[in-house]
């Protein structure tokens, strides 16, 4: 049997999950889904594998750009977790959407996980998780997987979520101040390519799709979104945002 982790992980906490769940895997192999340029369609699985899925919630749904991407892919009957990371506010239709993508693409969809990460915009909450604890409990959700394969127990879980999807909120776009000193490390970076090498202090507006990976990896932190939006969005997701939230396996 040969492992996976197909992540798309903008700004680090959906990886850090992701490698905790696998952590007791065998050689598990990588595929980035934040890459541009990237032929997914020459990417297959054999039907003996088990492949973890993940992606962030961005405002209770899953980035439209990884779900193409993880359309693309041949899953060809291999065992899959679909696994969100979501910044301690709600996942809500994002798990589900995930599973419907994925069994679109081949994968037989056997678990599914939640997991609370910081946020990637408002980084007061959920700050510094997942932590140690979170990691031992993820870990710990992978062996329950790796038990349920070793049974060869296929089931389907119940995951939560409604259908249809719910819309996507308003987009955050960053940009860039008199700091910027040019070095193109977000252009480069950027998952969506909105970020052009000759206008690098811009974002374009109709690829950005807000994952903030340009304003956690400036080297000098000259991105950033507009403070009054942040403000905004802090306020209104603060009463969600007060209690802890737990990371959940469907089995």
């Given at each position: 049997?040969?492992?996976y982790?197909?992540?798309?992980?903008?700004?680090?906490g959906?990886?850090?999950?992701?490698?905790?769940i696998?952590?007791?895997?065998?050689?598990v192999?990588?595929?980035?889904?934040?890459?541009p340029?990237?032929?997914?369609?020459?990417?297959?699985?054999?039907?003996?594998?088990?492949?973890?899925?993940?992606?962030?919630?961005?405002?209770?749904?899953?980035?439209?750009?990884?779900?193409k991407?993880?359309?693309?892919?041949k899953?060809?009957g291999a065992?899959?977790?679909?696994?969100?990371?979501?910044?301690?506010?709600?996942?809500?239709?994002?798990?589900?959407?995930?599973?419907?993508?994925?069994t679109?693409?081949?994968?037989?969809?056997?678990?599914?996980?939640?997991a609370?990460?910081?946020?990637?915009?408002?980084?007061?909450?959920?700050?510094?998780?997942?932590?140690?604890?979170?990691?031992?409990?993820?870990?710990?959700?992978?062996?329950?997987?790796l038990?349920?394969?070793s049974?060869?127990n296929?089931?389907?879980?119940?995951?939560?979520?409604?259908?249809?999807?719910?819309?996507?909120?308003v987009?955050?776009?960053p940009?860039?101040?008199s700091?910027?000193?040019?070095?193109?490390?977000?252009?480069?970076?950027?998952?969506a390519?909105?970020?052009?090498p000759?206008?690098?202090?811009?974002?374009?507006?109709?690829k950005?799709?807000?994952?903030?990976?340009?304003?956690?990896?400036?080297p000098?932190?000259?991105?950033?979104?507009?403070?009054l939006?942040?403000?905004?969005?802090?306020?209104?997701?603060?009463?969600?945002?007060?209690?802890?939230?737990?990371?959940?396996?469907?089995?």
């Amino acid at each position: 049997m040969k492992f996976y982790r197909i992540i798309f992980s903008p700004t680090g906490g959906t990886e850090k999950a992701a490698k905790a769940i696998t952590k007791n895997w065998s050689q598990v192999e990588t595929i980035d889904l934040s890459v541009p340029g990237t032929d997914y369609t020459s990417i297959s699985f054999d039907n003996d594998s088990l492949v973890l899925i993940a992606m962030p919630s961005f405002g209770g749904v899953a980035p439209k750009l990884a779900l193409k991407r993880l359309s693309m892919l041949k899953g060809n009957g291999a065992m899959c977790v679909i696994t969100t990371v979501y910044g301690n506010r709600a996942y809500e239709d994002t798990l589900v959407q995930m599973e419907d993508y994925a069994t679109e693409a081949g994968f037989k969809v056997i678990a599914a996980v939640s997991a609370v990460a910081e946020h990637s915009i408002i980084r007061e909450y959920a700050k510094g998780r997942p932590d140690i604890n979170d990691c031992n409990q993820l870990q710990g959700f992978g062996n329950q997987i790796l038990k349920k394969v070793s049974f060869g127990n296929l089931s389907q879980p119940a995951v939560p979520g409604n259908r249809p999807y719910k819309k996507s909120g308003v987009s955050m776009i960053p940009k860039a101040d008199s700091t910027c000193n040019s070095c193109g490390l977000c252009a480069q970076k950027c998952p969506a390519s909105a970020i052009s090498p000759d206008n690098l202090k811009a974002s374009d507006k109709e690829k950005c799709i807000s994952c903030m990976r340009c304003v956690s990896i400036c080297p000098v932190h000259a991105r950033k979104v507009s403070r009054l939006m942040t403000s905004a969005a802090a306020a209104a997701i603060k009463k969600a945002c007060s209690i802890e939230k737990t990371n959940e396996l469907f089995i």
